[in-house]
């Protein structure tokens, strides 16, 4: 006897309606598909658009960058140094891949074409959230110093200390108005780092209260 599946169609039309009932405007239908990573038990954490057309991710577990293109076909790197517990990944100023190495204090740079380079960072650093600066520089969150810091596409290495200790920083992101923004999940927190042209970056944190929260 051959089986069928009706229950698929319902959900998919409540799918559409709820979608339409939160945009408030014409009604949108979406498909989801899974491509599973070569690969066992990566850990896939961040992701980003590269500059080649294709979308790079990290690999956590098993400490490598993935590169997907539109078909679905997917390309593993494995940075030089093992165990790294890659995290965050941007695209940078230099039209290359920029991610953390929280687990070795590195930050590492791949090329379109698969090529890595490593620059380490100051002892007891951990990088998690990378972003793209306005100021044309990468910027990332160092939560092993309690810090902000900025590298250069040359490697060169800022450090920009939080008013608040032990403040769990994770991700970063550049605001609309120029400066960078980035979150502080141990002491429920919201920074903002200004970037000022000439003077040094001055991070600040906006207290949000909380039942873990720990304003400085």
Request: aromatic share 8%; hydrophobic share 35%; proline share 12%.
């Amino acid at each position: 006897m051959r089986l069928t599946r009706p229950s698929l169609r319902p959900l998919l039309v409540a799918t559409v309606v709820v979608a339409s009932l939160w945009m408030g405007e014409a009604t949108y239908a979406a498909s989801v598909t899974g491509y599973p990573v070569p690969t066992p038990a990566s850990y896939p954490t961040s992701i980003t658009t590269g500059p080649d057309g294709r979308v790079w991710f990290t690999e956590q577990v098993s400490s490598k960058i993935g590169r997907i293109a539109p078909s679905g076909a997917i390309r593993e790197f494995p940075p030089p140094t093992p165990g790294a517990h890659t995290w965050g990944i941007t695209t940078g100023p230099d039209r290359n891949l920029w991610f953390t190495e929280p687990l070795r204090a590195s930050i590492g740079r791949i090329t379109p074409d698969g090529t890595i380079n490593e620059f380490p960072l100051p002892p007891g650093a951990r990088a998690f959230g990378i972003a793209l600066g306005p100021d044309g520089a990468v910027w990332f969150a160092d939560s092993g110093r309690g810090a902000i810091g900025r590298i250069t596409t040359m490697g060169s290495v800022l450090e920009y200390p939080l008013p608040t200790s032990h403040a769990g920083l994770l991700w970063i992101t550049p605001g609309p108005e120029g400066n960078l923004w980035f979150t502080e999940n141990v002491a429920n927190q919201i920074g903002r780092i200004t970037l000022q042209q000439g003077r040094r970056a001055v991070a600040r944190a906006t207290p949000t209260p909380g039942r873990w929260g720990r304003p400085g």
